[in-house]
């Protein structure tokens, strides 16, 4: 018994052994997605562009690495449910520059460049490379391009071939071929972008990005944050939906970027650089979403507008705590191609008797009727203040807004609903170029400075709506107060 135990344990210490051995040659066996990359991936089933907008150092580009195995090689997970393909592909894998996709892309794929035996040391195997990487010019060890054995259900069908390039190349090295796949691993410039959107449209190819936005609203992330379409799609990956990273580690890198990176470096969401209007942080303005029948009725209550003239509509809900001299933005609506009507009922949704601050373009008068843009408004049942939004000496300076604004952020006294994402994407984009402020994707930030700079004609009471039409006859009170609220 002692001979065959013995016997047992060495057998199965060299199935152990041999199988860490089999591991190290497969090193795609051992990647486990995090949540937020195994949506990504799924995304792919439905989407020919998708962006992966990630902090540093948090998984985006092993994600990009990983997807490129599988199509390379057709061995896909058995729980994949992303786009896959059931023949050889012909792939592009593109970065900034040669060095850097030599010591990113090319490291993660085939191994470290420029040390010997190293190949099938990153996820692609050894075993399933035909014949040598092809070496590029200007850069030792670069690879040009590489061959991959393809299978379909388990059947090898055919070779699969990867081309690295880069961005500082050009546009026209980007020209011509056909493809199947794109991955850009960095944000690439948009005549890139959009070459590289050619080269899959004549198959049932698929493109996709991982990078930090570091170069803030730029064209190409504007592409995918403002240009609806149900075959593209992004998502926005964090410190928070790294599972591995203990709270310790998180703080630690926090730590080490300055504060205005952090959105983007931390968060993944598109950095605006020192030309960024409000230097606080996202989360440092956050509070957790209020029922509006749980908004206590002593807050004053206002809404500011924008009224979208050549741009959205837009309408944000503050509730002033004169307590605490704190501002909650409550709700806000933002909308485009529509009229007064739908933005009135969207309004009345959730405050219906709440009074409405309007800019000073709203006393500009339509040809058809003759009446003020406000009195379009307040036909529509809304409670428009009797004039335009100012400050109490008269002024509507926007500097001197942004400025209340800026100076409420903080030292905590304006905070935001963590549920109005839409608000959240403007204010993570509202810069300034050459000084100016970009009067661009603004309008709920204009309509939250309209509401702070007017906030003294924010009256209590309670939130809610009326029926579509109604009209009251008199004010809503609220419960035990004696004066007229809406005395404006």
Same mark, same amino acid.
């Given at each position: 018994?002692?001979?065959? @135990?013995?016997?047992?344990?060495?057998?199965?210490r060299a199935l152990v052994d041999k199988l860490?051995?089999?591991?190290?040659?497969?090193?795609?066996?051992?990647?486990? +997605?995090?949540?937020?990359?195994?949506?990504?991936?799924?995304? &792919?089933?439905?989407?020919?562009?998708?962006?992966?907008?990630?902090?540093?150092?948090?998984?985006?580009?092993?994600?990009?690495?990983?997807?490129?195995?599988?199509?390379?090689?057709?061995?896909?997970? !058995?729980?994949?449910?992303?786009? =896959?393909?059931? /023949?050889?592909?012909? *792939?592009?894998?593109?970065?900034?520059?040669?060095? #850097?996709?030599?010591?990113?892309?090319?490291?993660?794929?085939?191994?470290?460049?420029? #040390?010997?035996?190293?190949?099938?040391?990153?996820?692609?195997?050894?075993?399933?490379?035909?014949?040598?990487?092809?070496?590029?010019?200007?850069?030792?060890?670069?690879?040009?391009?590489?061959?991959?054995?393809?299978?379909?259900?388990?059947?090898?069908?055919?070779?699969?071939?990867?081309? $690295?390039?880069?961005?500082?190349?050009?546009?026209?090295?980007?020209?011509?071929? =056909?493809?199947?796949?794109?991955?850009?691993?960095?944000?690439?410039?948009?005549?890139?972008? $959009?070459?590289?959107?050619?080269?899959?449209?004549?198959?049932?190819?698929?493109?996709?990005?991982?990078?930090?936005?570091?170069?803030?609203?730029?064209?190409?992330?504007?592409?995918?944050?403002?240009? !609806?379409? +149900?075959?593209? &799609?992004?998502? #926005?990956?964090?410190?928070?939906?790294?599972?591995?990273?203990?709270?310790?580690?998180?703080?630690?890198?926090?730590?080490?970027?300055?504060?205005?990176?952090?959105?983007?470096?931390?968060?993944?969401?598109?950095?605006?650089?020192?030309?960024?209007?409000?230097?606080?942080?996202?989360?440092?303005?956050?509070?957790?979403?209020?029922?509006?029948?749980?908004?206590? +009725?002593?807050?004053?209550?206002?809404?500011?507008?924008? $009224?979208?003239?050549?741009? !959205?509509? @837009?309408?944000?809900?503050?509730?002033?705590?004169?307590?605490t001299d704190v501002i909650h933005v409550l /709700?806000?609506?933002?909308?485009?191609?529509?009229?007064?009507?739908?933005?009135?009922?969207?309004?009345?949704?959730?405050?219906?008797?709440?009074?409405?601050?309007?800019?000073?373009?709203?006393?500009?008068?339509?040809?058809?009727?003759?009446?003020?843009?406000?009195?379009?408004?307040?036909?529509?049942?809304?409670?428009?203040?009797?004039?335009?939004?100012?400050?109490?000496?008269?002024?509507?300076? =926007?500097?001197?807004?942004?400025?209340?604004?800026?100076?409420?952020?903080?030292? &905590?006294?304006?905070?935001?609903?963590?549920?109005?994402?839409?608000?959240?994407?403007?204010?993570?984009?509202?810069?300034?170029?050459?000084?100016?402020?970009?009067?661009?994707?603004?309008?709920?930030?204009?309509? =939250?400075?309209?509401?702070?700079? *007017?906030?003294? $004609?924010?009256?209590?009471?309670?939130? &809610?709506?009326?029926?579509?039409?109604?009209?009251?006859?008199?004010?809503?009170?609220?419960?035990?107060?004696?004066?007229?609220?809406?005395?404006?």
């Amino acid at each position: 018994m002692a001979g065959g @135990a013995v016997k047992q344990a060495l057998e199965a210490r060299a199935l152990v052994d041999k199988l860490e051995k089999l591991k190290a040659r497969r090193k795609i066996w051992t990647f486990v +997605p995090y949540p937020k990359q195994q949506e990504f991936f799924d995304l &792919g089933f439905t989407l020919i562009e998708r962006l992966l907008m990630a902090g540093n150092q948090i998984g985006k580009t092993e994600a990009g690495a990983v997807e490129m195995v599988y199509h390379l090689t057709g061995e896909y997970p !058995p729980d994949w449910l992303g786009k =896959t393909f059931n /023949h050889p592909v012909k *792939a592009w894998a593109c970065g900034e520059s040669s060095t #850097v996709v030599m010591d990113v892309q090319q490291k993660k794929l085939c191994g470290e460049p420029n #040390v010997d035996g190293s190949i099938g040391s990153g996820y692609i195997p050894a075993e399933l490379y035909v014949g040598q990487p092809a070496l590029a010019r200007g850069v030792t060890g670069a690879y040009a391009s590489i061959a991959v054995k393809h299978f379909t259900k388990g059947r090898e069908d055919g070779v699969s071939i990867l081309k $690295f390039k880069s961005y500082e190349q050009g546009r026209t090295k980007f020209q011509a071929e =056909t493809l199947d796949i794109i991955w850009l691993d960095e944000e690439p410039s948009e005549d890139i972008y $959009f070459e590289c959107l050619q080269r899959i449209a004549a198959t049932n190819g698929i493109i996709y990005m991982t990078f930090t936005p570091l170069r803030g609203p730029s064209r190409v992330v504007l592409h995918y944050m403002n240009e !609806p379409n +149900p075959q593209r &799609g992004f998502l #926005v990956m964090t410190l928070d939906d790294v599972p591995t990273l203990t709270k310790e580690e998180r703080d630690k890198r926090i730590a080490r970027i300055p504060a205005w990176q952090r959105d983007a470096r931390i968060m993944g969401k598109p950095l605006l650089g020192e030309g960024a209007i409000f230097q606080v942080s996202e989360a440092s303005i956050t509070e957790p979403a209020i029922r509006p029948d749980e908004v206590p +009725p002593h807050w004053a209550k206002l809404w500011g507008i924008d $009224f979208g003239i050549g741009h !959205p509509f @837009a309408a944000v809900l503050i509730a002033w705590d004169r307590d605490t001299d704190v501002i909650h933005v409550l /709700h806000c609506v933002r909308v485009s191609d529509q009229m007064p009507l739908q933005h009135a009922v969207a309004m009345r949704a959730t405050g219906a008797a709440v009074p409405v601050a309007w800019p000073h373009d709203g006393t500009a008068r339509e040809k058809s009727t003759g009446g003020t843009l406000a009195d379009a408004y307040k036909a529509q049942g809304l409670r428009m203040c009797a004039q335009h939004a100012s400050f109490p000496d008269g002024s509507n300076s =926007t500097e001197a807004g942004i400025l209340e604004m800026q100076e409420r952020m903080q030292t &905590g006294r304006l905070r935001v609903a963590a549920h109005l994402r839409d608000w959240f994407e403007e204010f993570s984009m509202y810069h300034r170029k050459d000084g100016s402020i970009v009067k661009s994707h603004d309008d709920l930030m204009s309509a =939250t400075r309209i509401a702070v700079m *007017a906030k003294r $004609f924010a009256r209590p009471g309670a939130l &809610g709506s009326l029926a579509p039409g109604s009209h009251r006859k008199g004010p809503l009170i609220a419960k035990d107060l004696d004066f007229n609220v809406f005395d404006i």
